[in-house]
């Protein structure tokens, strides 16, 4: 084998291990390479008690309610269906019914999603994209031109 051929089959070899790496890494990571899931995905998946995810979708309108000692209870729906989700601490100022929302953290035993954060969209305009194209699907969202799920 000449010098060049001992290159060429190092190189090809390198290639090699290198994809399979990759491979192994994104199948290891096909569960949470996504940003969120929504109530209809949750209910779909079966998502086991226990697994951390982020749940996205709208705050259901007259789902909000103030338990005492911080511990707030809601809804999160994405129209096809709706997930109840409890939180204890102080919600981002911008957090009301209707709004985007992704909440981070677990289903419990009941089904209820128990998050430790909640974040809400940072300005009047943003929605996630996810979440636009879930309501342009439904015929809901009617966002001004270029709004929609921007950053």
Partial sequence: MTRKQRRMTLIGGALAVLAVATGLVLAA???????????SEVQTLQMAEGVRFRLGGLV?????????????????SDLDATLPVTYKGI??????????VVA?????????FVADTVLAKHDETYMPREVADKLKEKGWWQA?????GNN
Avoid at 29 to 39: A, E, G, H, S, W
Avoid at 91 to 100: A, H, N, V
Avoid at 144 to 148: D, S, T, W
């Fill in 144 to 148: 001004e031109p270029g709004n929609a």
């Fill in 91 to 100: 919600l981002p100022d911008l957090f009301r019914e209707g709004q985007g």
């Fill in 29 to 39: 990571l096909k569960d949470t390479i996504v940003f969120f899931r929504t109530p």
């Fill in 60 to 76: 259901a309108e007259g789902s909000i309610k103030r338990l005492g000692d911080a511990v707030i209870q809601f809804s999160v």
């Fill in 104 to 112: 981070e953290g677990r289903l419990n035993a009941q089904g209820v």
